[in-house]
Antibody, heavy 120, light 111 residues
Framework: QLQLQESGPGLVKPSETLSLTCTVS??????????WGWIRQPPGKGLEWIGS???????YYNPSLKSRVTISVDTSKNQFSLKLSSVTAADTAVYYC????????????WGQGTLVTVSS | QSVLTQPPSASGTPGQRVTISCSGS????????VNWYQQLPGTAPKLLIY???QRPSGVPDRFSGSKSGTSASLAISGLQSEDEADYYC????????????FGGGTKLTVL
């Protein structure tokens, strides 16, 4: 059974960079059938896609966040990572990693999520 | 403000049929498939419907999806108390080099 697990600091100071890693188990991140992405959810609000990456390193981002986001992949560790720079309180959210099944155009597996709070 | 528009709330009594709408545009729902996710309180979203009307293995056939033009709907028949959750629609948007968009979510209350 595929599992995704987010990890990283739960508290980040304003203007600093938020860094999270998603570890994939039960399947290979190097499969040609999937993209791997990040989605966030501010407390009490809806879902927002941040960006996604292919095992080759090809990535695409939400236009509204593109200037601050970098997503990378480490196939040797079966992990992919998110960096979001210059964070503010508005970036406080639960951050989920998820798998995109390319053929079916859907996020079919999600991590449990990790809360990141931006505060001094 | 979300790109896809959903009603913020919906409700029904056990056994009833409830529908949740999702309205978009020609660049998202009008040209791509729609997915629906169920988010139970305190948990991660779970895929409920993909490709407009397909159910993943394990999802009861009480849940069904449909799409027409630039709108989509999720229907839940035989409503049960455990269906109380937030429901989100999602689709790929072809504008601005492409990006995923979600609805704002609908909170379903089982009365």
């Amino acid at each position: 059974q595929l599992q995704l697990q987010e990890s990283g600091p739960g508290l980040v100071k304003p203007s600093e960079t938020l860094s999270l890693t998603c570890t994939v188990s039960g399947g290979s991140i190097s499969s040609s059938s999937y993209y791997w992405g990040w989605i966030r959810q501010p407390p009490g609000k809806g879902l927002e896609w941040i960006g996604s990456i292919y095992y080759s390193g090809s990535s695409y981002y939400n236009p509204s966040l593109k200037s601050r986001v970098t997503i990378s992949v480490d196939t040797s560790k079966n992990q992919f990572s998110l960096k979001l720079s210059s964070v503010t309180a508005a970036d406080t959210a639960v951050y989920y990693c998820a798998r995109t099944w390319i053929q079916l155009e859907t996020f079919d597996y999600w991590g449990q999520g990790t809360l990141v709070t931006v505060s001094s | 403000q979300s790109v896809l528009t959903q009603p913020p709330s919906a409700s029904g009594t056990p056994g009833q049929r409830v529908t949740i709408s999702c309205s978009g545009s020609s660049s998202n729902i009008g040209s791509n498939t729609v997915n629906w996710y169920q988010q139970l309180p305190g948990t991660a979203p779970k895929l409920l419907i993909y490709s407009n009307n397909q159910r993943p293995s394990g999802v009861p056939d009480r849940f069904s999806g449909s799409k027409s033009g630039t709108s989509a709907s999720l229907a839940i028949s035989g409503l049960q108390s455990e269906d109380e959750a937030d429901y989100y629609c999602a689709a790929w948007d072809d504008s601005l080099n492409g990006f995923w968009v979600f609805g704002g979510g609908t909170k379903l209350t089982v009365l």
